[in-house]
Each structure stands twice: as C-alpha cells, then as structure tokens.
C-alpha cells in the first residue's frame, strides 16, 4: 500500500476505506472485516456516523495489530469546542477501543472550531492522537485557523472527485504542507460517475472500471482516498489500482472534467450551515 508522508512525519495509506452512511452496525462491522482482509489499513469514521463500535469491533476481531491499522475519527459541530471536543474524543477512544487515534478531524468549518483546535493541539502533543486534521475547510478559514494556532492541519478532508477536482483549494494547501484527503471520490454516484463516457474509455485501454480510474487519478495527484462500499466484490475492486498508470494525457483528460463547483456539500451557503446545525446524535 502506498503511503504518503504528513507534515508532521506520520505516515499515512494513500487509500482508506469510508464508512459514511453505513449505520447498520452489523453491516459495518463486516464491511470493515472485508476492507481489513483485503489489505485496507487506513479506516476513516467520524462521532457522527454512529458506527465507531462497528468499526472497532471489525479491527479487534480482525487479528491485525493496532499499529498497523491507520484509524480516523471526527468530531462534529455540537461539540466544537475545547471542553466537549476533549470529552468527545475520550468517547470516540472507548467506542473504538482504543488508546490513541491516528488522526483526529474537526469535522465541518462551524461553531467554536478554535476551541476544537486547541484542544487537538494539546492532544497532539501528549501523543494520544498522531496526526491532527480539518474536515470540509474553505480556504479563508483554512488559513485563518494555520495563523491563530501553532500547529498546521495535516489534513483538509473535502468533496474531491473528477467533477469537483478543489484544484485552487489543493493549490494554495501545498504551501502549507496540508495534505488533501477525498471523501466521495466517487461524486456518490452522481452524474452517472460510475458509466462515464471519458472515464470508461480510459478505463478499458488499461482493463479497468471507471471507479478504479478515478482512484488511480486520485493517487497521481497526491490525494488521500476513503472510498466507501458495502460490497465486498467493490471493496475488492477498490484496492486494486496498483497495477497501472495513467498517461500525462490521460491525466490531463481527467483534470479537464473538473467543474469547479460542488455537487454534494456547498459549505459555504447559509442552508448548509442551518441544515448541518441541526444534526444532533448521541455519541
């Protein structure tokens, strides 16, 4: 598995394994299994998925060292700031099983995320989380948070796909040693992601699926990948993009498909942040 260097020296796999959306604990469980089997070691989950117990269930029973799995969690609005992101991690840690994270997110760019901050600072320094990251980070508040606090984000988790490509965000990231992360590297299917034209037409010169396309392109461009699936046949799939390359032109291809424009999350409108307010859970 290739992995990628953080700013902090932490290595980290170039392609992970998402659990978004998988709230059946059972299923996420043996999603999980299945990624771990498969030789996934970077599993990315979040408070507000409701599915750490699952996911640290899959990596005890899974007979793979602790230290060899790269485990992620978040944590959400209602919690931002420093008291209750503190007592949100030691409640990530128990539902995971854990004694440490290896990188730990504040989720979304909202509520008290200063405090959020210095709280995983602290944490970062003690050692009981490795890396620390954002999650959903435009890049007026990227750079406000990089210079009221000591420590750079190693991570900036955001909408990445071949039809939302952040190239400016990504840009102006490289300057700062923050190193982007893909959630929907899929556009969770929309647009018809999965048959595109372009993309299925690369993908037969090389004997590959639209899908492992747009990985390959993702591990090119230095961006970290979790796509997710319940599927152990997709799963499966997923994890096999090591056995090609994709030309300059190609690559150039695909880079000429960006839209510049969101299709999942639009962070930056007031209905988002109404809408991501009110989510509410029980950690």
Not at 27 to 33: D, W, Y
Not at 168 to 180: C, D, H, N, S
Not at 242 to 268: H, P, V
Request: contains cysteine.
């Amino acid at each position: 598995m290739d992995t990628i260097t953080l700013n902090n020296g932490v290595e980290m796999p170039l392609l992970g394994f998402g659990v978004f959306q998988v709230a059946d604990q059972e299923v996420c469980k043996r999603s999980v299994l299945s990624a771990l089997e498969l030789g996934y070691r970077l599993i990315d989950t979040a408070a507000c998925y409701g599915n750490e117990r699952a996911v640290g269930t899959a990596v005890a029973e899974s007979g793979i060292s602790r230290e060899d799995v790269f485990i992620t969690s978040k944590v959400w609005i209602q919690d931002a700031c420093y008291e209750r992101t503190m007592a949100s991690f030691e409640k990530t840690l128990e539902n995971l099983g854990t004694d440490y994270l290896d990188l730990y997110l504040v989720h979304m760019p909202y509520g008290d995320y200063h405090g959020s901050w210095r709280a995983m600072e602290e944490l970062a320094r003690g050692g009981r989380a490795r890396a620390i990251g954002v999650c959903n980070f435009l890049a007026d508040r990227l750079v406000d948070l990089i210079l009221s606090h000591d420590v750079v984000p190693a991570i900036n988790q955001m909408e990445t796909h071949p039809l939302c490509q952040q190239r400016a965000l990504r840009e102006l990231q490289a300057g700062y040693g923050v190193t982007p992360m893909a959630w929907a590297p899929f556009a969770e299917g929309r647009r018809g992601m999965f048959s595109n034209e372009t993309l299925s037409e690369i993908g037969s010169a090389h004997g590959k699926s639209a899908a492992q396309v747009i990985l390959r392109w993702l591990r090119q461009e230095g961006v970290v990948a979790i796509p997710k699936s319940v599927h152990e046949e997709r799963i499966a799939q997923n994890i096999d993009v090591d056995g090609f390359e994709l030309s300059a032109a190609e690559m150039s291809t695909i880079r000429a498909m960006d839209t510049g424009k969101s299709l999942i999350l639009d962070i930056a409108t007031v209905e988002e942040a109404i809408r991501l307010h009110d989510i509410r859970f029980e950690q």
